[in-house]
């Protein structure tokens, strides 16, 4: 990414922002008026470390769920895990390590399903110049009922499981430090095995439809907003895909290890963030490599790039072909994190077909402990990518500092550079035109970034797309989305 | 399903007036009105088109932003809309969901409550909006309990306009 030239208006953010919580987009133009850089200024949460400070260490796996109304759970499991360490329980049970499994696979599939139905497949099924009166969910429910049906009923399902084991969907309390409140019960189990054939059923097409629309595409998509980059996610001890836990595993663009196998508590050794003065997020990138050249990407295409395999049949069985696209190397296409997103649906349910098999689930012994500690950092895999959280705690039990890098951090300089190849490559004269604003929003949907470590105030979120020119003059000014358009 | 109601209480808890809705739905639940199922969650999402189904009635609960005093109470009418990039959507999605997925003709109100400060993390709500919660509850528990939704959003929309007051997005 270039660097702004000095001339140019310095970008202020509008606090406000953060309630209203809507990404903006802005264009630089350099002298010859070509697109110099692009910004996505995605709003964070802040304020959250104030929130947790003197809090007793074991309220903060529920209190860590009114970060985000989006993935209350990841945030729950994350927290969770950094308590164990805190109480000496990080050798969980095997009730409760399942038991948070099966939570765990049940948000990703909730959340993956939700983001392909709800946003993702208007963009495949219309295409992305369609009218955005129609490229949207209830457009998908006009015209392809039964496959809305289904993205419904996946969700569904995956909220089913989250309630069975984390107690309830709002302000679930499943996970505390060393363990587990309660265990899977056997009409609990049932009513979710009922299901779990249609459930995977409906899986492997919803694979089937994202697998199919790239390579159908592939041409077109090869391009789109694409770049080689850095790949950062959690492996288990194997090589294998783990969603919950496992170490850190770096790959660059084509497969070279850059560190592997990193007990996450040391995160600080590898892992950094930067500071820009545009924007209130920040940049993490890989420490040995610095911030220009270590950048990454999380989430389902990291994931299924850095993994060696995955340990379900079928979901390894598409990994293989999803491989097979790229010769064995690194699939750094951005589009194809949506095949990669429903790799890992089919293989979150046959996860939880597998646990719902598993007899631990119904065991009695739930928590353990062990050697007090009084600093740990927790880590997974949310279904945006990697998750981290890390606390420091008094002898008094409190809260005296926490830090958290989310998924959508992580992905931060990766979104910009989306966004910054689309405008480079659909910017034509000075004008937001329609095809411009329409692939700005498919890009940035690739990534199924979380907006909203905030309120719930999302469902009218706006995208503001501005040009500004050399010398920081707004020279045009879109938004989409927003209270009052009527599309 | 008859004459059932689904209340469903939306809203973050830990921002402070955010919690509205989620505030009114735990109160609402602890009255146990016959026919009446009680959600609460952080956002309205495309499952709970399957719940709204199920019902004659929905009610969503929230917390809102701008226009007038206390809350407000009006019928929503299903409804498509955009969304950039989130993985919530609004009433008027979810009753148009229901409809076009379920077949099912459930009549949706919105009862929004004032609410003030949003904009940091808190899990406490302002004097104020607890003022509006307590006033909201005594509005909604005689309409729930006597099913005189479309006449109550007559007298509501007669109090606080829909058209000065924003729901809290």
């Known amino acids: 990414m270039g660097t702004a030239a000095p001339s140019t208006r310095k970008i202020v953010i ?80 095997p009730t409760a390590e399942k038991v948070r499994r099966l939570m765990h696979y049940g948000q990703i599939l909730q959340s993956h399903a939700l983001h392909f139905f709800h946003l993702v497949s208007p963009d495949l099924l219309f295409g992305f110049d369609a009218d955005p009166g129609v490229r949207n969910v209830i457009g998908v429910a006009a015209r392809h009922p039964d496959l809305a049906v289904q993205g419904v009923m996946l969700r569904k399902y995956g909220q089913e499981v989250i309630k069975a084991t984390a107690g309830r969907k709002i302000h679930g309390t499943g996970a505390i430090p060393g363990g587990v409140n309660k265990n899977l019960s056997v009409a609990e189990r049932d009513g979710l095995l009922k299901d779990i054939e249609q459930i995977l059923t409906w899986s492997r097409g919803a694979l089937a439809i994202a697998k199919d629309y790239t390579s159908q595409h592939l041409k ?27 170490n850190l595993r770096a790959i660059d663009a084509a497969g070279r290890r850059i560190f592997d196998q990193v007990d996450y508590q040391r995160y600080l050794d590898y892992i950094a963030e930067e ?45 293989k072909e999803f491989m097979a696209l790229t010769g064995g190397k690194p699939n750094n296409i951005t589009m194809a994190y949506h095949w990669a997103r429903m790799i890992e649906v089919l293989h979150a349910t046959e996860k939880i077909r597998l646990l719902l098999h598993d007899p631990d689930l119904q065991g009695t012994d739930l928590v353990v402990k062990g050697r007090r500690r009084e600093e740990a950092v927790g880590l997974l895999e949310a279904p945006r990518g990697t998750l981290f959280h890390h606390y420091q705690v008094d002898r008094n039990d409190q809260v005296v500092r926490c830090n958290l890098i989310v998924a959508t951090t992580n992905n931060n300089t990766a979104m910009n550079r989306a966004v910054e190849g689309v405008a480079r490559d659909y910017l034509s004269g000075t004008e937001i035109t329609e095809g411009l604003l329409n692939r700005i929003e498919v890009a940035i949907r690739a990534y199924d970034p979380c907006l909203s470590c905030a309120t719930h105030a999302m469902g009218q979120m706006p995208l503001t797309v501005e040009i500004l020119d050399c010398d920081g003059r707004l020279v045009d000014r879109k938004e989409r989305g927003g209270p009052g358009d009527g599309r | 399903m008859a004459d059932s109601v689904l209340l469903i209480g939306y809203g973050n808890p830990g921002r402070c007036d955010d919690g509205l809705g989620p505030a009114l739905a735990e109160a609402v639940e602890r009255l146990r009105l016959p026919g009446v199922t009680v959600e609460a969650d952080y956002q309205l999402t495309v499952e709970d088109a399957a719940a709204a189904a199920a019902h004659r009635y929905v009610v969503f609960a929230d917390a809102s932003v701008g226009g007038g005093e206390a809350f407000f109470f009006r019928a929503v009418h299903p409804a498509g809309g955009t969304s950039f990039s989130t993985h919530s959507v609004e009433p008027e999605a979810v009753l148009a969901l229901a409809r076009d997925l379920f077949q099912a003709d459930t009549r949706g109100y919105a009862l929004g409550i004032r609410g003030y400060r949003f904009h940091e993390f808190g899990e406490t709500l302002s004097d104020e909006a607890r003022g509006n919660l307590a006033a909201a509850l005594r509005f909604i528990v005689p309409v729930l309990t006597e099913r005189t939704f479309d006449s109550a959003a007559g007298t509501a929309e007669g109090i606080h306009s829909p058209a000065q007051v924003r729901t809290h997005p």
């Not at chain 1, 907003?225 to 001890?237: I, M, Q, T």
């Not at chain 1, 993490?284 to 990454?296: A, M, R, T």
């Open chain 1, 275 to 319: 500071v820009k003065p545009w924007s209130y997020m920040k940049f993490p990138f890989i420490k040995s490599l610095g911030p220009e050249q270590g950048w990454y990407r999380v989430g389902p295409l990291a994931r299924v790039n850095a993994c060696d395999f995955i340990d379900t049949p079928e979901a390894e069985a598409a990994r």
């Open chain 1, 14 to 93: 509008d606090p406000v922002t953060r309630v209203e919580g809507h990404g903006k987009v802005t264009i630089l133009l350099d002298e010859a008026r070509k697109v110099k850089q692009a910004r996505l200024h995605i709003v964070e949460f802040r304020g959250f470390e104030r929130f947790i400070q003197g809090r007793p260490f074991w309220e903060v796996p529920v209190l860590v769920q009114r970060l985000c109304g989006i993935c209350p759970v990841s945030h729950h499991l994350a927290a969770a895990k950094a308590m164990d360490r805190i109480v000496g329980g990080e050798s969980l049970t």
């Open chain 1, 220 to 246: 077109e998509l090869r391009d789109f907003g694409s770049f080689d980059s850095n790949h950062v996610s959690l492996v288990r001890s194997d090589g294998a895909m783990d969603l919950y836990h496992g």
